[in-house]
């Protein structure tokens, strides 16, 4: 997770939302990444991003992908509007998952953003074309969603793209409809682990 400076709205247009994810595609394929990155999930919001990521061997590799890919869009950006400074606020924030059931849930919160953003409802999210939802809730490929290395659990939905795609659907909108969305989510993601209270717990004291 990552937000603009300042919190403003550099990635409010059409133009600038693409213009980030040809940096995250060129990040992924840059020599210092050596293909050890994946991404999962994302998400692109007006002054914010999502993504759910992994990676091989070591968070060396997820270093070099995220310092790259922020670098090329900085400058990118700074020469298309013709002016110069920070773009992002800070450093991206990365929380550490601990399995597949919480990966899980931090998928479909990265994609429920225009949802709690109030911009799609969940019957016409699969308009949003910024976001991985429409891949795997409908199957709707594009330049952005060939991206996306698909995680286990979700190949594990169905035999066929059809019936995995109809239960994630289900299993999504069981997410939206689960009351302790809006209190506990919002304050889960803040968090630098996201798992079980003993996990968590356990990378807390390895941290200290």
């Known amino acids: 997770f990552w937000r603009c400076h300042n919190k403003e709205f550099y990635l409010s247009s059409a133009h600038n939302k693409n213009l980030y994810m040809q940096s995250v595609k060129d990040g992924l394929s840059h020599s210092s990444t050596m293909g050890k990155v994946k991404v999962h999930s994302f998400c692109v919001m007006s002054n914010h991003y999502h993504q759910l990521t992994s990676y ?28 110069s400074g920070k773009v992002a606020e800070s450093r991206p924030k990365t929380s550490l998952i601990e399995d597949a059931t919480h990966e899980m849930r931090v998928h479909f919160y990265i994609e429920a953003n225009p949802i709690r953003a109030g911009l799609f409802k969940f019957e016409n999210l699969k308009l949003y074309k910024y976001s991985s939802f429409r891949f795997y809730a409908y199957g709707i490929e594009d330049e952005l969603t060939s991206l996306l290395e698909i995680p286990s659990w979700y190949e594990e939905l169905g035999e066929t793209p059809r019936e995995r795609q109809r239960q994630y659907r289900k299993l999504f909108r069981q997410y939206l409809e689960d009351s302790g969305e809006s209190r506990v989510d919002r304050d889960l993601y803040k968090r630098a682990f996201i798992g079980s209270l003993l996990w968590t717990a356990q990378h807390e004291v390895r941290i200290k």
């Open 56 to 83: 091989g061997e070591s968070s060396f590799y997820l270093s070099n992908y995220m310092r790259h890919a922020h670098s090329l869009f900085g400058s990118r950006y700074n020469r298309a509007h013709k002016r």
